[in-house]
Antibody, heavy 118, light 107 residues
Framework: EVQLVESGGGLIQPGGSLRLSCAAS????????MSWVRQAPGKGLEWVSI???????FYADSVKGRFTISRDNSENTVFLQMNSLRVEDTAVYHC????????????WGQGTTVTVSS | EIVMTQSPATVSVSPGERATLSCRAS??????LAWYQQKPGQAPRLLIY???TRATGIPARFSGSGSGTEFTLTISSLQSEDSAVYYC?????????FGGGTKVEIK
């Protein structure tokens, strides 16, 4: 079964760091375009970052320089390292798969909740 | 950054009727546009990619169209289970961006 399972969320103080994980099964992350998408409470979807190919990466302006996406092919897992967290980073973070550059995100995880608060 | 604007914010449609959702881009691009459905407490589900191609398992009542800066999602005969928020997303250029969503209510 094709599946994504996120973990690593929690309550963190402003300025802190957190590392999210997204474990994939049923397909290989190395051959996919893997994104992180977040949703603040009561708000819409916001694309955060993507990794694909030989580890090409892109970021939303709102997280550039603070967040880093990476993957471990041996563990078939994608990560999101989040540093210098802000209150406005509070959201449910989903990882999602695209099978190619021309396709939408067809597999989504249920998400992990990040709360940034003092 | 391409800004995506969806309208209306909420649409109320009777079962069996047609629902038309609009998505406008701040600049023109090719067909790299997707539509997602999200129900409360659930992850988004891909409905349409490449502007008009239905994703696997998506009923034929969902259709996408458009070009340039104007895109449309049509639900031809609304069912009760179609009550949800619908998002458009451009994946033509970085950063990828979503519209603010349209909530579809059943009358």
């Amino acid at each position: 079964e094709v599946q994504l399972v996120e973990s690593g969320g929690g309550l963190i103080q402003p300025g802190g760091s957190l590392r999210l994980s997204c474990a994939a099964s049923g397909f290989t992350v190395r051959d996919s375009y893997m994104s992180w998408v977040r949703q603040a409470p009561g708000k819409g979807l916001e694309w955060v970052s993507i990794i694909y190919g030989g580890s090409s990466t892109f970021y939303a302006d709102s997280v550039k320089g603070r967040f880093t996406i990476s993957r471990d092919n041996s563990e078939n897992t994608v990560f999101l390292q989040m540093n210098s967290l802000r209150v406005e980073d509070t959201a449910v973070y989903h990882c999602a798969r695209s099978t190619g550059r021309l396709y939408g995100m067809d597999v989504w995880g249920q998400g992990t909740t990040v709360t940034v608060s003092s | 950054e391409i800004v995506m604007t969806q309208s209306p914010a909420t649409v109320s449609v009777s079962p069996g009727e047609r629902a038309t959702l609009s998505c406008r881009a701040s600049q023109t691009f090719s067909s790299n546009l997707a539509w997602y459905q999200q129900k409360p407490g659930q992850a988004p589900r891909l409905l349409i990619y490449g502007t008009s191609t239905r994703a696997t398992g998506i009923p034929a009542r969902f259709s996408g169209s458009g070009s340039g800066t104007e895109f449309t999602l049509t639900i031809s005969s609304l069912q009760s289970e179609d009550s949800a928020v619908y998002y458009c997303q451009q994946y033509n250029s970085w950063p990828f961006t979503f519209g603010g969503g349209t909530k579809v209510e059943i009358k």
